[in-house]
């Protein structure tokens, strides 16, 4: 697979000499535990050939990940999609999980050490954004694949509780651990996957898969199991990082290979998510570049051929990663949020401005085959003007 971009920017992201995350000394310990074992074929890997769309159409992007293990990307040139190659195998995950999931992620051993596996306030967002969709009941049913420690259920709970609604809630999880954990919140969460829910023959209002589904391998398989505990009316919240956000997160050291993990599948944004669901059978009733998005199952089928569209975001990944190298983004954003932060009384101003920033972006992001290289320099520019102008009226 060659890279027919010869840019600067993508023979720095093919770089295999760097460990882009800072590790503590237990990450490095199990990345170096793990490389053993994927040396040594105890964790088995696959090689990706296909995209989801049906695209054979796939150009090499990385070849490593945050931790600088030997798990690449692809990015298909006929639907954007980001996926991870090579890949743990399905048989693999499991041990995986069990093993070096956590300590390798979060550079610490004990679950108990670990503060939640999400901040909080990950429950209550979820439920502000699925309150308007939600039946008008008073008593809904809510079921989350990979409950983690039970966070965001419990705070989920909570906020309903507020609005006079009862949740009964199922979690599932693998981790024994974190069952434990569920319980003592008194969540009520059985071991298993999707498969074990199926097998209790019940249907939900709601089901939650937040920070899971880029880590499913078979995403039509998962979809389709999905689609037996749904109704006409139950809802699916998806929440995955989102590929175009990555310019305001520290965490992610605001740069694409501090973001990509061999654990995550795919790297989504707002339209690969969609493209997928679509083509699944589902339809969307809310989604932002964050990644936070609603489905439903697709009642029209007259209407399903136009939904299956495919909305191709090749090019508009592409100028992102090049304008997320340079660093721009991050310090035009950076910049924002201190005035914001460090000016209360100038919020309005504020908003002004990001809203100028995301209308910017989106027309730098513009199909790149058809963008001569002289206009993306000039829009750099405006965006630098735009930076310095913000910085004038700061002072
Ligand atoms: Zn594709």
Redesign the pocket.
């Known amino acids: 697979m060659d890279n027919l971009l010869n840019q600067d920017f993508r023979k720095e992201l093919l770089r295999t000499d760097i460990i882009p995350r800072k590790l503590n000394e237990i990450s490095q310990k199990y990345r170096n535990m793990f490389l053993e074992d994927f040396k040594n074929k105890v964790i088995k890997t696959e090689l990706v050939e296909k995209?989801?769309?049906g695209?054979l159409n796939l150009e090499e992007l990385t070849k490593i990940d945050r931790f600088g293990l030997p798990f690449g990307s692809l990015i298909?040139r006929?639907?954007g999609?980001v996926m991870t190659n090579p890949r743990m195998s399905q048989e693999s995950l499991s041990y995986y999980y069990d093993k070096y999931y956590h300590p390798l992620n979060y550079g610490e051993e004990h679950l108990e050490n670990q503060v939640a596996l999400f901040e909080d306030g990950q429950g209550k967002k979820i439920f502000t954004i699925i309150k308007d969709f939600l039946p008008k009941k008073e008593k809904i049913s809510v079921l989350e694949i990979g409950a983690g420690t039970g966070n965001v259920l419990s705070e989920f709970k909570e906020e309903a509780k507020k609005e006079n609604i009862i949740v009964e809630e199922l979690g599932t999880e693998y981790n024994n651990n974190c069952i434990n954990k569920c319980k003592e919140k008194s969540i009520n969460t059985i071991f298993g996957n999707i498969q074990t829910v199926i097998g209790l023959n019940k249907k939900f209002d709601l089901i939650i898969l937040s920070h899971v589904f880029e880590h499913f391998i078979d995403l039509n398989k998962e979809l389709d199991d999905l689609k037996q505990l749904m109704v006409d009316k139950t809802l699916l919240y998806v929440e995955v990082p989102g590929l175009f956000v990555i310019h305001e997160k520290d965490y992610y050291n605001n740069s694409f290979l501090g973001y990509h993990i061999h654990a995550h599948m795919f790297n989504f944004n707002k339209d690969s998510l969609n493209n997928l669901m679509h083509m699944s059978g589902f339809e969307s009733k809310f989604i932002n570049e964050k990644v936070e998005s609603v489905y439903s199952l697709k009642h029209n089928i007259n209407g399903s051929i136009q939904n299956n569209f495919i909305k191709n975001s090749y090019s508009k990944v592409l100028n992102y990663l090049e304008l997320l190298s340079e660093g721009i983004l991050t310090n035009f954003y950076k910049t924002l949020k201190r005035w914001h932060e460090t000016e209360k009384s100038k919020r309005e101003k504020y908003q002004r401005w990001n809203q100028q920033n995301n209308k910017k972006l989106e027309k730098i992001c513009i199909q790149y085959d058809k963008v001569k290289r002289a206009s993306y320099i000039r829009k750099i520019s405006e965006l630098k003007e735009l930076f310095k102008i913000l910085g004038d009226l700061k002072s």
């Open positions: 995209c989801q769309c695209s298909c006929d639907c999609l």
